[in-house]
């Protein structure tokens, strides 16, 4: 598609990110089920309500640009979900979990770009409706990266406690085995 105008690459951005959003609304439960951490699969599934939030605003977006709902395959999105599912199957525990949290922070990242990047347009389009509910969705997958970030500190602290009780008597600083 040839672009002509700014609403055009607005147009074409919004497609982008609502199919983007219709691949996390499959892709997102079966990250849940692979997760072992009670934190992660919360996190998840919180974020699989707000996907849910996020496609009904841009479809709104849509109406107050004056079109139908259309989907732009976003390969990008494909990318990213294919990582994840391939995170979610290739370790076991604390691992997988670490796995899937940075397979699913690349996909945030990506998300604030992709509505920074329209917000952005709409703003300067004078669009503002559209651009308050575009930044509605940036602001609420920045919280979902952090929100990632703190359950990966999470894990990582759990693990660091489970080495320190693996620990032999040796192996403590200042000891030494007796023979």
Avoid at 62 to 88: N, T
Avoid at 129 to 154: F, G, I, P
């Amino acid at each position: 598609m040839k672009r002509e105008t700014l609403q055009e690459l607005l147009v074409e951005q919004i497609s982008d990110i609502y199919d983007a959003e219709h691949q996390l609304l499959e892709a997102l439960p079966k990250l849940v089920e692979a997760s072992t951490s009670v934190d992660l699969a919360e996190a998840l599934r919180t974020h699989l309500v707000e996907t849910q939030e996020q496609v009904s605003r841009l479809e709104q977006v849509f109406g107050l640009v004056g079109i139908s709902p259309q989907r732009k395959r976003c390969r990008a999105m494909a990318g990213l979900v294919a990582e994840g599912d391939e995170a979610s199957r290739e370790a076991e525990g604390d691992l997988r979990d670490l796995a899937i949290i940075a397979a699913a922070q690349r996909v945030e990242h990506y998300e604030i770009s992709a509505y920074g990047t329209a917000r952005a347009i709409a703003e300067h389009l004078e669009l503002d409706d559209a651009a308050d509910l575009l930044h509605e969705s940036e602001s609420e997958e920045a919280d979902a990266d952090s929100k990632l970030t703190e359950v990966a500190e999470m894990i990582y602290a759990t693990e660091e406690d489970d080495a320190d009780d693996d620990m032999t008597l040796s192996d403590q600083p200042g000891v030494t085995a007796a023979l």
